[in-house]
T-cell receptor, first 113, second 115 residues
Framework: ENQVEHSPHFLGPQQGDVASMSCTYS??????LQWYRQNTGMGPKHLLS???AGYEKQKGRLNATLLKNGSSLYITAVQPEDSATYFC??????????????FGKGTKLSVKP | DTAVSQTPKYLVTQMGNDKSIKCEQN?????MYWYKQDSKKFLKIMFS???????INETVPNRFSPKSPDKAHLNLHINSLELGDSAVYFC??????????????FGPGTRLTVT
């Protein structure tokens, strides 16, 4: 069964700390992995995409690495406005078509001011 | 300008009723999706649709049906609503990029409550 697992489920760093979260996945075929952020009451917003193991991507204070069966996301110098739920989503050819993402349950980040 | 919009934002209805949620995207994307997010924030794909094919998550009851009048719209019809259908429903759209990345743009969601 295609699935994505997050760790940890909740993260509560102090402002200015580094927040570290990860996901692991099990899919029948891998196309790419994407990270999304969801603020309360809103739809998820795409952060970045990665396509092969060993791939690293930096976007502002976000730094992500794609591993063989998972990914790590680091947010440096976290701010209260970074508080949100972060999702890893895998494009695994679900239904025989690219673009159908399998989401995990996310990591909820709550930054203490 | 709103990229992906959904109406209504809130929908409260009784068991057994039939309801629809509308979705429109102005991004010119060729693929649209419907997701269901349950109370534990688990986001699960229900359908993906472009003008060529409909991909259905086999766990979705056939009471749910997507209808696309044109490329910019994908509406969700739900018949005989049940208590377990209560959730937030998100519409999304994407366009195939070089390498097939399919970055998705989500709407604001429709919170459906079935009483």
């Amino acid at each position: 069964e295609n699935q994505v697992e997050h760790s940890p489920h909740f993260l509560g760093p102090q402002q200015g700390d580094v927040a570290s979260m990860s996901c692991t996945y099990s899919v029948s075929r891998f196309n790419n992995l994407q990270w999304y952020r969801q603020n309360t009451g809103m739809g998820p917003k795409h952060l970045l995409s990665m396509y092969s193991a060993g791939y690293e991507k930096q976007k502002g204070r976000l730094n992500a690495t794609l591993l063989k069966n998972g990914s790590s996301l680091y947010i440096t110098a976290v701010q209260p406005e970074d508080s949100a739920t972060y999702f890893c989503a895998v494009d695994g050819d679900y239904g025989g078509s690219q673009g159908n993402l399998i989401f995990g349950k996310g990591t909820k980040l709550s930054v203490k001011p | 300008d709103t990229a992906v919009s959904q109406t209504p934002k809130y929908l409260v209805t009784q068991m057994g009723n039939d309801k629809s949620i509308k979705c429109e995207q102005n991004l010119g994307h060729d693929t649209m999706y419907w997701y269901k997010q349950d109370s534990k924030k688990f986001l699960k794909i229900m359908f993906s649709y472009n003008n060529k094919e409909l991909i259905i998550n086999e766990t979705v009851p056939n009471r749910f049906s997507p209808k696309s009048p044109d490329k910019a719209h994908l509406n969700l019809h739900i018949n005989s609503l049940e208590l377990g259908d209560s959730a937030v429903y998100f519409c999304a759209s994407s366009q195939a990029l070089a390498g097939g990345y399919h970055e998705q743009y989500f709407g604001p969601g429709t919170r459906l409550t079935v009483t």
